[in-house]
């Protein structure tokens, strides 16, 4: 169950779970948000943390690959996996984004699609769409209570800035996000997708979900675990900007 490991984890770590649960059930989406941002760390935890570097490992199908993911604030992400000696990279500086891709037959940058550009929008979040909902443009409402993996739910519904809609599952005991769910286009009609978060840990006074389940319809797609997390790493704008080319501009730019 989902409260007992998060219990465990914290007083592991000489933290105490019983204010967060003396709190009660909340009565309004702003209300469980302030207990999440409560549980997590509470909001000058949050501020003081400006960059991450996330290190750990990902199953592609059954082979294991090394991954390192980079976050700067406000939206900075970088995503590198190692496939079999290959480096896949990709990339979101804030306004461009880009992947390298030699699976693909391309050792060379290559600009996002806009679809790849919105979800590396939405990822690179640094904060997560529930922190400051407002300015960004989103709407928030209680749902009805859900079930993860047997264990009953607190769920939130997010409508976001361009009409997408996404469900967040909170532990209702100590208000962490267990999982995010949503539904998406498939064969003609919608399937659900998740993504389950589990093995919270505090770093640098914030906890931190230590490993992310993938699933889509139910079945699991992929595995992420992470066996470091660094807080406030130096990170040098340069890891997020595409490459120029040797005539120094950028791939895929044409002559007016």
């Keep these: ?11 592991a770590t000489m933290l105490s779970c019983a204010p967060a649960m003396a709190d009660g059930k909340p009565k309004s989406a702003d209300e469980l948000i302030g207990k999440y941002v409560k549980a997590i760390g509470g909001r000058k935890a949050i501020d003081a943390v400006k960059s991450v570097r996330f290190i750990g490992k990902t199953m592609i199908g059954s082979i294991e690959a090394p991954m390192t993911i980079e976050m700067a604030r406000p939206n900075k992400i970088r995503t590198e996996i190692d496939f079999q000696g290959t480096k896949l ?34 990822q690179a979040d640094f904060d997560g769409p529930l922190i400051d909902y407002k300015k960004k443009g989103h ?8 079930m993860i993996d047997g264990s009953p739910t607190l769920r939130l519904k997010m409508t976001r800035k361009d009409g997408a809609v996404e469900y967040f599952h909170f532990d209702p005991e100590y208000f962490i996000v267990v999982a995010r769910t949503k539904r998406v286009a498939f064969d003609g009609g919608t399937i659900e997708e998740a993504r389950h978060f589990g093995d919270y840990k505090p770093v640098a006074g914030r ?26 790493p130096k990170l040098s704008s340069d890891r997020f900007s595409m490459p120029r080319t040797a005539a120094g501009g950028f791939p895929d730019e044409r002559d007016e």
Aim: a negative charge; glycine letters at 8%; hydrophobic letters at 45%.
């Design 207 to 232: 906890l931190f979900a230590h490993s992310v389940e993938n699933k889509r319809g139910g079945m699991t797609q992929g595995l992420i675990s992470f066996q470091k997390i660094e807080v406030n």
């Design 139 to 146: 709407k928030v409402e209680l749902a009805e209570d859900g």
């Design 89 to 122: 990279v990709t990339a979101f500086d804030g306004v461009m984004g880009w992947f390298i891709s030699p699976s693909a037959g391309s050792s060379s940058a290559e600009r996002m699609t806009n679809e790849q550009l919105d979800a590396a929008l939405n």
């Design 1 to 11: 169950m989902f409260s007992k490991t998060i219990c465990m984890t914290l007083a």
